[in-house]
């Protein structure tokens, strides 16, 4: 995704919007600040690869780990995550060296987790059109038990059932993006293999991790790693792998590959998370009256829990009280059955007592969204039912001037407005005066 082109003067923006955008006019707003950092300098993502593993973080190089190897697996993200993956892979293969004898087996996984399959012809998209024909496309079905291996239990409980692929592969490598995740901290990495390559049960098992006493633990969030309890069961979760390589892929705040860091899958990793970390947190002076924000367009804002994610780094720039307009198409819905029904018990003392009586997936997402409308309105421009946005708490708008006509009510004709035009990618964070 290309830097949004307007002028600063103009007060004017182009938000995607799903595979499109949408036109917004501030011109008449007398106090607009768009937060996002500067775009990175053009940068060639074969260089930054080829650079990357020359010189591999705690590990050998991969061409290295591979000689000896028949069977090895690539993990990627799946068709829920820009397609960054794919740009880089075909020099990932060619790192891998000459086949051994007798031939190597080279297999992609989509590290799909809990999430729903899509057919083989777009299984074979996300990995990348130009794969050579003998390189087989698998995609991870979580409920699909005869698929998957027990490698070990985490020490907080965590059974690791994992993808037989990687369970029997002499080697496997990571390839995947490093950006905020809200309760993980990061993604990528280790995140490939837990939830990515794993069963239903070590995914619920590992995100119940995100729930303390029935409520959110303050050390999951966007950012956040050291004593992060899902972050480091996943640690755990990858450790028990053998033969691990992994390429992290840093991207700017565009959605552009700025950076790579490959190795070792848990040191290289925390490099990228520290790169990612200085290239994508946005400092902000003070917290706003109205925040605009777009989900970055497809795939982040494919539905609503994917969308979700920009809303918890938008609301981070929202002042109690304030009104955020989420900008997010949803052309999938919300993403899950299992996702709407947390909104129809109560609120949040009700969501947070069945989430201690009785985890299940999507719940802690649902909390995280109940939780910020207690705090801000959250104004969603979508392509959801009316009911559905309704359902949830939030205010349905079918475009942004109804959305800013909406916000008016709340926050007066002059309100202190931020414009975060790729919200999935970047986190604002209030600068701390002297």
Request: hydrophobic share 45%.
């Amino acid at each position: 995704m290309a830097p949004i082109e307007h002028s600063p003067d103009a007060r004017t923006w182009a938000l995607k919007f799903g595979r499109g955008q949408v036109g917004l006019d501030l011109s008449r707003c007398a106090r607009v600040k768009e937060v996002a950092p500067a775009p990175c300098a053009s940068s060639d993502p074969d260089a930054l690869l080829e650079q990357a593993l020359a010189a591999p973080i705690a590990s050998p190089r991969l061409r290295d780990l591979a000689a000896g190897a028949r069977r090895v697996v690539v993990l990627v993200p799946d068709a829920t995550r820009p397609p960054l993956a794919r740009r880089i892979l075909p020099g990932v293969l060619k790192e891998l060296g000459p086949a051994a004898r007798p031939p190597r087996e080279v297999a992609i996984l989509l590290a799909a987790g809990v999430h729903a399959g899509v057919s083989a012809q777009i299984a074979r998209q996300v990995a990348g059109d130009s794969l050579p024909p003998q390189i087989a496309v698998f995609q991870n079905d979580a409920r699909k038990g005869a698929d998957f291996v027990l490698a070990g239990t985490t020490r907080r409980g965590t059974p690791v059932a994992v993808n037989r692929l990687v369970a029997e592969a002499d080697l496997s490598v990571l390839v995947g993006a490093t950006g905020f995740h809200y309760f993980a901290g990061f993604g990528g990495g280790r995140k490939l293999i837990v939830p990515g390559a794993c069963t239903y049960e070590t995914v619920r098992a590992n995100h119940s991790l995100s729930i303390t006493g029935g409520d959110i633990d303050p050390r999951c969030h966007s950012g956040a790693l050291e004593g992060n309890p899902v972050h480091e069961d996943m640690v755990e979760g990858l450790r028990l792998i053998e033969r691990v390589f992994a390429v992290n892929l840093v991207p700017d705040a565009w959605g552009q590959i700025a950076g790579v860091v490959c190795g070792d899958g848990v040191a290289s990793h925390l490099e990228a998370c520290s790169r990612a970390r200085a290239l994508l947190t946005v400092p902000i002076a003070a917290r706003c009256d109205l925040a605009i924000a777009s989900a970055g367009g497809h795939p982040t804002d494919m539905d609503l829990i994917q969308a979700h994610k920009s809303i918890d780094h938008a609301a981070a720039a929202v002042r109690d009280g304030g009104v955020l307009i989420a900008v997010a198409e949803c052309s999938a819905g919300a993403g899950s059955e299992t996702f709407l029904p947390w909104f129809d018990l109560g609120g949040p003392r009700a969501v947070s007592a069945r989430l201690k009586a009785d985890y299940k997936l999507n719940g802690q997402t649902a909390l995280s969204l109940i939780k910020k409308l207690e705090r801000i309105r959250v104004i969603l421009v979508s392509a959801l039912e009316a009911g559905v946005v309704r359902r949830t708490g939030m205010i349905c708008a079918r475009g942004l001037d109804e959305a800013l006509a909406l916000a008016e009510q709340y926050v007066g004709g002059d309100p202190l407005t931020y414009v975060l035009p790729n919200a999935s990618g970047i986190l604002p964070a209030v600068e701390v005066q002297a």
